[in-house]
């Protein structure tokens, strides 16, 4: 199995401010890689496709890089409407697996 | 306009079965898959399986033997059905569409099953 290991698991931070959530990969997957925001009793939102690929109606300040093992979610200027938990998930093995989540909470 | 929506019992004795309706409208699924996925409270989610466009299916190894995926075309719906439910079970139970490459785009509200007798 593909273990996608997220960091840190909290991350706290003042609204304005711009950070980057990690994941890591237990092996190389190319960029084979997606995040996914989600908030306290919702489910899952689909936010970067494929490292890197925007989503129809996602705002622009979610951005995504990475390949092989390193991958990263960016927020530039965080809004109060971002504080929530994000997860990676991985599709280069048939046996999908997810990141155990960031959360991203008000300093 | 996509839209999925669980339903089905929400506490289950140990030891029995689950079963869980995934109600599908704006995609046909046909040409559409969809996957099952969990998260147990205050944990992680966890991909349990997919039946494809096709109607052939894929699952999680962890949980395979437990498990059966199927649908029925005709009524947009697709059946998950899991045995011998254990405590460890415990958990909200998403659908979602999964696109060919692989990942999630439209994810149900999500149905909360509690194991415990």
């Known amino acids: 199995n593909i273990v996608l290991t997220q960091s840190p698991a909290t991350l706290s931070v003042t609204p304005g401010e711009s950070v980057s959530l990690s994941c890591r990969a237990s092996?190389?997957?190319?960029?084979?890689i997606h995040w996914y925001q989600q908030k306290s009793n919702e489910s899952p939102r689909l936010l970067i496709k494929y490292a890197s690929q925007s989503i129809s109606g996602i705002p622009s300040r979610f951005s995504g890089s990475g390949s092989g093992t390193d991958f990263t979610l960016s927020i530039n200027r965080v809004e109060s409407e971002d504080f929530s938990i994000y997860y990676c998930?991985?599709?280069?093995?048939?046996?999908?697996?997810f990141g155990s989540g960031t959360k991203l909470e008000i300093k | 306009q996509v839209q999925l929506k669980e339903s089905g019992p929400g506490l289950v004795q140990p030891s029995q079965t689950l079963s869980l309706t995934c109600t599908v409208s704006g995609l046909s699924l046909t040409s559409n898959s969809v996957s099952w996925i969990r998260q147990p409270p205050g944990k992680g989610l966890e991909w349990m399986g997919v039946i494809w466009s096709n109607g052939g299916t894929d699952y999680n190894s962890a949980i395979k033997s437990r498990l059966s995926i199927s649908r029925d075309t005709s009524k947009s719906q697709v059946f998950l059905k899991m045995n011998s439910l254990q405590t460890e079970d415990t958990a909200m139970y998403f659908c979602?569409?999964?696109?060919?490459?692989?990942?999630?785009?439209?994810w149900g509200q999500g149905v909360m099953v509690t194991v415990s007798s």
């Open positions: 979602a569409r999964e696109k060919q490459l692989r990942y999630f785009d439209y």
């Open positions: 092996q190389s997957i190319s960029t084979s």
């Open positions: 998930q991985q599709s280069y093995s048939s046996l999908l697996t």
